[in-house]
Each structure stands twice: as C-alpha cells, then as structure tokens.
C-alpha cells in the first residue's frame, strides 16, 4: 500500500512538473537596488520648448525626438556632445511635407536614414540624417512603405532594407485594439506574428528589439511578465516577476518604455496602481538578454521616456519632474 502511494505522489508531482514549460522563468524578487539620483546629469533645453508628449531616439552622433504637441515641427535634432538643437522639421498637417499624425521612428544606422510613421496617411516616410541636418529649412522626406490601416506596424527595429520586427496593432470593426509582435516586410507588406503568451488576455506591453543581440522583448503593463524573443518570432523566455498573476490586474507594472542596450535590458518598472502618478515609474530593472534579474537602478524621478545611447553608454531620460532631460552614465553600474 506505502509502494502504491508513494507512485501516486511521484505521478502527481511529475504531472505537476509537466504544466512547467523550459521557456518560463521565475523572479521571486527585484530588490537589489542602487540609488543613482546624485548620477544623474541634467541636460539643459531652455531655448527648445519640448511639451510632454515627446520620445527620444539615439542615433549616431545625434539624439532625434518627436514631439507631436509641438506648435513649430514635430522632429527635433540634437547634438549628442551638446545637446545643442540644430534642425526642427516636418510640421503637423496634411500636406505633401507634412505628418497627419506621427508614430514611432526606425533607426537604420547603417546608411545613416531613419524613418517614420504618419498613421494619418498610413505611410513610412524616409529621411537622410545627415543631409537633413545639412539642410533643414529645405529638406523633403520621400515615401518608404505603406501599410493597412486594420493591421499595421508600430514600434520598430530595423534588420535590413526589407524586414523590421515590429510591435504590431490590430483594430478591430468595434475600434478596438490588441497588440502583437512580429515580423513586417516593407516591401511586400507582409506581417508575420511571433509567439504569444496564451495567459495573456489584454496585450498592452512597451517593446524593444535589437538586431546585434538577436532578440526582441515585451514587456507588460497589467501583468508582471517579460516575454524575450528571437528575432523571428520564436520564444526565448517568458519572465514572471515576483507579483505575476494570471488574471489582469488593476497594477501598472512595467510601463512607458523599455530599451536594449549591448546585452542587457533596461525597462521602467512602477508597481502602482495604474491610475496613480506613479505609473511614471523612477526605477529601471536590469536583465541580461536570457531574463535573469540583476539589478534595479532608483532614479528619484518620473521617467516618461527614455533611450540608450551606445556611443556613450549611457541613459537619456526625460522625466515628468523639474528635471525635464537628463543622463545616467552606465559605466561602474553595469
């Protein structure tokens, strides 16, 4: 009889085993954190009024940022070693130079172009940097891509002259909207959805990939989960945090942004009620590109947005505080 119930419980335990995939990891805490607040420097723009609406990308020797509240042009340019402003184009409109409404920029460094959404006009609009910042008063963007207006890119990497992997939106007939990740072919169209987490019912997360590090990640609002992909869409680890549940919760976890940078991630953790201020999260949780936890870095201030700069190795934010922009240099902390 003890031979029997001892099989039971092995049975039981093994069938419990089973239901654990070799894709999840489990974070039982975040708590080895660092204050960083007296590191970080701040940036001085008095001469660039920058509304609270804006979103920054690093981008060779220079920091681009959209502000699509802005009364004069919705991209700003930005000398990295000053911060000084030397070129505001493309105004909100809908003319032939102009942006209906502006989404999120694809940064292809290696021929020095980045482009950027109208999802008013439904286009990708291509811009040489250099000859931009050469030119601004007379500049004039070209045509990239079109995309469907149901199912369409939105956060973007770039992985070569054809394919980006990409936070993808779906609206639905009742104007609804879900949010995929995949792959999104700029010529021919073509979207392909990557894995998805089938705990997840609502699929609001900040998103990143990195063409050097060869993943993608996502990570959830409502839910304390991180999802790391490959860049073809197959999953690498699903990360539960410590306060992981599966039903939607009334909890902002990690929110606004989240960013790749060498072999680490850097995404904004708040853990407040999502209707709280302190959804604008001050703390950035560090992992490295397989999901193991290794630090938190304590900003004292309300991140909205934030990126890596890997000339610099360092952090830019932009806060909801008296500082508007700053930088954290990286080196000494990872």
Not at 106 to 126: A, P, R, T, W
Request: proline share 3%; charged share 25%.
């Amino acid at each position: 009889m003890k031979s029997v119930c001892l099989l039971l419980f092995c049975l039981f335990i093994l069938s419990g085993c089973s239901n654990e995939s070799p894709t999840d990891k489990h974070v039982k805490s975040r708590d080895n954190i660092v204050d960083v607040r007296s590191q970080i420097i701040e940036i001085p723009m008095d001469e660039t009024p920058i509304s609270s609406y804006a979103n920054l990308y690093s981008m060779g020797n220079y920091l681009l940022l959209k502000d699509y509240k802005s009364p004069e042009a919705l991209i700003y340019i930005f000398e990295k070693n000053n911060f000084k402003c030397v070129a505001n184009v493309t105004p909100l409109g809908q003319g032939p130079q102009e942006i209906a409404n502006i989404g999120d920029f694809i940064l292809n460094e290696e021929e020095g172009k980045f482009y950027v959404f109208d999802h008013g006009k439904q286009k990708l609009l291509s811009y040489d940097l250099d000859s931009l910042v050469a030119n601004p008063s007379t500049y004039k963007f070209y045509i990239k891509a079109k995309f469907d207006k149901q199912l369409y890119p939105d956060r973007c990497c770039y992985i070569n002259d054809t394919l980006v992997v990409s936070a993808i939106t779906q609206v639905y007939k009742d104007l609804r909207y879900g949010e995929l990740a995949g792959t999104w072919n700029m010529v021919t169209g073509e979207i392909k959805i990557g894995y998805e987490n089938p705990k997840i019912r609502k699929r609001r997360f900040a998103f990143d990939a990195s063409k050097e590090a060869g993943v993608y990640v996502k990570c959830y609002s409502r839910y304390d989960l991180m999802t790391i992909c490959n860049l073809d869409g197959s999953i690498r680890f699903d990360v539960y945090g410590p306060n992981w549940n599966d039903d939607i919760t009334e909890t902002c976890h990690y929110n606004m942004d989240v960013r790749i940078g060498r072999d680490k991630i850097y995404a904004l953790y708040a853990g407040v009620h999502h209707r709280d201020r302190g959804r604008y999260p001050s703390k950035i949780v560090i992992f490295d590109c397989d999901g193991n936890y290794i630090k938190t870095l304590e900003t004292g201030c309300h991140i909205l947005h934030f990126c890596y700069d890997k000339e610099f190795h360092r952090l830019i934010l932009y806060t909801d505080d008296e500082m508007q922009f700053g930088y954290l240099d990286l080196e000494g902390i990872i």
